[in-house]
């Protein structure tokens, strides 16, 4: 069984707005799936908005992620087949929730998105405005909690700097989770948790482009290490490996 976190305790105080880093497999998204309900522990307590989430049901789970908490995803997930409109007030009308008048125009131009551009599908827009597309769904419901998984790990740094920037200025004191490998996240959060091989290696307040670069570096390093050790030597048999199949597969004798 391998271990994704352990020995994590961590709070997010509201309205701050928290990075959570680490090189590949340290647990990131991991954690921000538990602190959202989308995954449970095998053990500890997950308090989200005030509650226990152990103690609510899956349906209960589920009414108060749609009401008070607010996604933004690496992949979008916006709906290729409603217009982006229609994308940015799906959180309201799952939850059977009046689309105030005039409330999708509001969302779409607070995050730079015209009237135009919400009668187009997704793929008719940019990456960037795309992002923009989903940041928008992510508030149109006034969450308390914003969770970012890698929202700008398919952008450009100048497109990612501009998305970094409209998440903090539009989150409106909600208390904001982004977990990411990005150095630039730096300028925009009011801490950065570093993560490695599921444990917390530290917390930095006020962190600086400089220090979140060096500490993702080392945390890399220190990951890369780790792989290298565990792969078997050159010609080495792994345990429970067919006699024969590391010559065959991996091209040596």
Do not use: W
Not at 103 to 117: D, H
Not at 171 to 197: E, K, M
Request: proline letters at 6%; hydrophobic letters at 45%; aromatic letters at 4%.
């Amino acid at each position: 069984m391998v271990t994704a976190l352990e020995g994590v305790s961590l709070s997010f105080p509201a309205g701050s707005f928290t990075a959570v880093l680490g090189a590949s497999g340290s647990g990131k998204s991991t954690l921000l799936q538990c602190a959202a309900g989308l995954e449970r522990p095998s053990s500890g307590v997950v308090r989200l908005c005030g509650a226990d989430l152990a103690r609510l049901s899956d349906r209960r789970q589920t009414v108060l992620r749609r009401e008070r908490v607010g996604f933004v995803f690496q992949d979008l997930n916006l709906l290729p087949e409603l217009s982006v409109g229609e994308n940015i007030a799906l959180p309201l009308r799952l939850g059977r929730r009046r689309v105030p008048r005039g409330g999708i125009e509001a969302a779409a131009a607070r995050v730079g998105l015209s009237e135009g551009q919400l009668r187009r599908l997704p793929a008719e827009l940019s990456g960037g405005q795309q992002q923009r597309a989903a940041i928008a769904r992510a508030l149109i419901a006034v969450p308390e909690v914003i969770f970012a998984d890698e929202p700008t790990g398919a952008l450009d740094p100048h497109t990612a700097s501009g998305v970094l920037r409209l998440l903090r200025q539009t989150a409106d004191g909600a208390t904001v989770v982004i977990v990411t490998h990005d150095p630039q996240v730096a300028g925009f959060c009011d801490r950065a948790v570093f993560l490695d091989a599921g444990r917390v290696e530290a917390i930095v307040d006020e962190p600086g482009p400089a220090e979140v670069a060096a500490r993702l570096y080392m945390l890399g390093e220190r990951a890369a290490g780790r792989r290298a050790a565990s792969r078997p030597a050159m010609g080495q048999r792994a345990a429970g490996e067919p006699v024969g199949a590391a010559g065959a597969s991996g091209g040596y004798a």
